[in-house]
């Protein structure tokens, strides 16, 4: 009887062992939903945007998902790749400045694109404030005066030179389409090629004091360099122009020619599907612009540039923004269940 008594209990305390474990490994899957599920990030390859893929892949790896090292092409690229499958999400969704890629790669048939990771971007023409202010210039319709167009040449050629968008980015549609709706080609060059190398530039005629005309958007570390109403003024446009018909009026009556942006999270359709802890995490992610463009400002002023510095950046801002990384995960991890 003592041994019958003693092998009912060893299973008793067996069965305890037994669900104890089997309890911690289901609060383990619910911890780490994405356990086994390989992530493919994608990125046009512009540092000024590694600060935001990082966060979400900081977030999806909390998650327990296997994420890849990123893959960079171009934005038009990028969304055919997400929707056949070959990358899973990117960050740096601008809309609706991509609205014609997010159609052309198959729109909602095939992509994801939910929640407002980053509002508040703002993109237009800039002079610097000293020749608005010599000159009253607040419109970039009166560049197609020559001799206003001529304050800005950097070539002398008699055109104004701008400093304008690479190929594929979507900035360089909307300048081209109104390039010509505002008469500006006979008076104005729009200068195209790597960003990087024409805003310095740019930036080198400010410090000579020369005037310039140039294209940028926020957030992005040029604006902590030349300081809107403090070095630089934006420029109205005379109408909407936009090749997809948008109005582009803010709601203070102000039209500077382009729609304010929320940078979007876009994945691929089916993926969200499978993943719903992904999908949620996509839904509920939000970031300031102001976070952003200190951090682009840290690349500029202390040459901290590149990848690995920006993952440097997240976990920094990981840490002083732990509730709300760990509220997205919360949110992501009950959706799993």
Known sequence: MKVLTWFRSALTAFAAVGALLGAQTALADNMMPGKGVVVQPGQDNVDGENFQTIIVIKALEA?????????NAKYPALHIAIANGDVTFMADHWNPLHQSFFEKAGGESKLSRTGNYLPGCAQGYLIDKKTAEKYNITNIGQL????????????????????????????ERVIEHQMGAFNLRNTVTHNQGEYSAIIAETITRYKEGKPILYYTWTPYWV?????????VTWLEVPKSAHPDGADTTLPNGKNYGFKINTQMIVANKDFVAKNPAA????????????????????????????????????????KANQTTFDGWLTAARAAAQ
């Not at 296997?66 to 893959?71: A, N, Y």
């Not at 001799?147 to 701008?162: E, H, R, S, T």
């Not at 002023?301 to 950046?313: F, I, L, S, T, Y």
Request: glycine letters at 12%; proline letters at 5%; aromatic letters at 6%.
């Open 279 to 318: 999908a949620k995490l996509f839904e509920v992610m939000t970031i300031s612009v102001n976070d952003v463009s200190a951090q682009n400002l840290k690349m500029k002023e202390k040459g901290e540039g590149g990848w690995d510095n920006a993952v440097r950046h997240v976990n920094a801002w990981i």
């Open 63 to 71: 998650l327990g998902y296997d994420v890849k090292p990123v893959q």
């Open 144 to 171: 197609t005066d020559p001799k206003i167009a001529k304050l800005f040449d950097a070539n002398d050629d008699g055109k104004a030179d701008l400093a304008g968008c690479v190929p594929g980015w979507g900035c």
């Open 223 to 231: 604006s902590g360099v030349l300081v809107p109403g403090k070095d």
